[in-house]
């Protein structure tokens, strides 16, 4: 197929990776890069991520076949409008990975919709608790969740040309309408982002009358809270671009904490109930329990002592056995001590290393 | 010192490890116990976890220098009218695993006011995603909190008492009013339960129209809506018993909700941002970061590829380094394949294991 120029706006972790992948996947492309800081400039060019960055956005534009603008949601608005100014490629091919997309899309259809430009929305749905050129990773978006969200300027074959591009991430592809993409997020990213904000500042007020506040939040209240940690301002532009969806899930979940209330004030011990234990059956069908390629967990619970070497001990016990995952103390009501989960991929993996584990260690085990 | 006979009521995980961690620490005792289902008597018998084993409760209560409830809430309360009814040894020492407090010290100081008995209520704070006498296990209770909530029935020396008698849990013991411990309760488990069912509901519904809610769930979702899968029978009756404090805990964060959707509606960029940084630095100066005997986490990421003893691989050049936790794919916005994360106990483990992995692996190491 014809080499083609990519040209990537932004070297944080998603556009450094993006590089990585799509130079995986197409070795032949030429990759260009533009970024503000140098820091992350001197490493792609350094790691060989990139053939040439610029610190001056319109300066490669034009030599581009596929611009993608892998930056903030507001920066990318302003690139947008900064692209309509600029002598592009004819049927250059323009998208972008932001974490809402209607009014980046609209933004980009009101910009270039009399430009001979082609758009399509993307949100690669990877993230990472590290940013930078430094933290690129060629497999980041393997398995993951990559949404296009056509526009009026995404013709036939606009989102076939953009796979081929991003053939080398092993992404699971898939087309979402702009504003479905942003009702969908605010309800399993946006909101419960303010929930857990909210509950964290809620047990931070509390704890001033209440000090052992501080000391009993256990397994659940750290769960929950998480994600509290998560970085200011790429939530603040998420939330400022998908307001009315986010708007209307607060306003539906005050009402279920209303019906909820209603029930514990009269009592209702049989509608208390129902209410966890349909919250329980949600979520146990939920795909939550799936991963890629693994149709559920199979997990085995093994109480181990805090020693030494006794992780170590139990993975030489199923050496050449494929783990999914593996954890201490989570999924517990509360606090408790060397609990061991290991998942694995099926049931087969999952009652041989049980058995194993039983025959040669002292170790509780339990299945789930 | 005098040997006892303690008489637990209830075979669950609770009262059968508490069986185990007693005699731990004081093999003389004679630990009598009663349990309703057969199946939990025979296995604490045939473990010898028990001297003797009753489905009477009445039967052995009067031979009880200590008698422990270890049952759920309501039957607590309804046992306390029994042994109100009984005739008890003298000085007798009565107390319970209850989750909340409040109420079940208030039944014992109404229905034993006028004997001869002491009473002081209790909660273990550990639990477990498996239940019965085979669950039972004598490292439950170490270093968990075990909260004493004194009573008019309290003499001097009983708390002192009790801490002898469960001196063989390794249980971090602290005295609190029950009022004051179902409030603190309230704001970091129950409230947070009614929070991750909700979600969970709310979702669950929302994916009827939205058929993607289902694919996307991620990370976040996933830590704020795991307590959702906890038994619904408990949460029940702790609802129930804690309805004052936990009523106001949701009109309270309902009034949060208000005034972050205030900031939503009128777009205000900067307290929207403070609102999540504040969040943020709350988080990270609960203690949420500490674990029994370390200070804080000490954290390092390992980009490890999805192969077969990847992870053993590295815990073998970790070889010796004790490890706190271990886990892929946990503190991160969104679903990410392949981070493992490991948790030492202090900064000397931490770096020497960074330099270990970077020298003899190619797999990006991260420290936090």
Chains 1, 2 share one sequence.
Request: hydrophobic content about 40%; glycine content about 6%; proline content about 3%.
């Amino acid at each position: 197929m014809p080499k083609k120029v990519i040209y990537i706006a932004g070297l944080g972790l998603i556009g450094s990776s993006l590089a990585l992948a799509i130079k995986r996947g197409q070795p032949d492309y030429e990759i260009l890069a533009y970024n503000r800081s140098q820091e992350s400039r001197d490493i792609a060019l350094k790691e060989g991520m990139v053939h040439a960055v610029t610190d001056d956005f319109a300066a490669f534009a034009p030599l581009a076949d596929v611009i993608i603008l892998a930056l903030p949601i507001q920066q990318t608005l302003d690139f947008l409008e900064v692209l309509s100014q600029l002598e592009l490629k004819d049927k250059v091919l323009i998208t972008d990975a932001g974490s809402t997309k209607a009014q980046i899309v609209a933004e980009a259809e009101a910009c270039l919709q009399d430009r001979p430009v082609r758009f399509v929305g993307g949100h690669p749905m990877a993230g990472s608790h590290k940013s930078g050129a430094i933290a690129a990773d060629v497999t980041l978006f393997e398995n993951a969740y990559y949404i296009f969200s056509p526009s009026s300027l995404t013709q036939p074959g606009t989102i076939e040309e953009m796979k081929e591009v991003l053939v080398g991430l092993k992404a699971r592809f898939i087309e979402l309408e702009a504003g479905e993409h942003d009702l969908v997020t605010s309800q399993i990213s946006h909101f419960p982002h303010i929930l857990a904000s909210s509950l964290m500042e809620q047990a931070g007020h509390y704890r001033k009358d209440h000090p052992m506040t501080q000391h009993f939040a256990a397994g659940g209240f750290r769960d929950m809270t998480r994600i509290a940690e998560s970085e200011p301002g790429m939530w603040t532009s998420i939330l400022l671009t998908n307001r009315a969806a986010i708007l209307e899930r607060m306003e539906d979940f005050k009402n279920r904490l209303d019906q909820v209330a209603q029930l514990l004030q009269r009592g209702d011990e049989e509608a208390i109930w129902q209410f966890f234990n349909h919250g329980r059956e949600l979520r146990k069908a939920m795909e939550i329990h799936k991963r890629a390629g693994v149709d559920s967990f199979y997990d085995i619970f093994i109480n181990v002592p805090d020693e030494e070497d006794a992780i170590l001990g139990i993975l030489e016990l199923l050496r050449g056995t494929s783990i999914v995952n593996i954890r201490i103390n989570e999924e517990n009501r509360e606090d408790i001590n060397g609990i061991l989960q290991i998942t694995f991929k099926n049931r087969e993996d999952l009652e041989k290393s049980a058995k194993i584990v039983r025959e040669n260690t002292k170790y509780q085990v339990f299945l789930d």
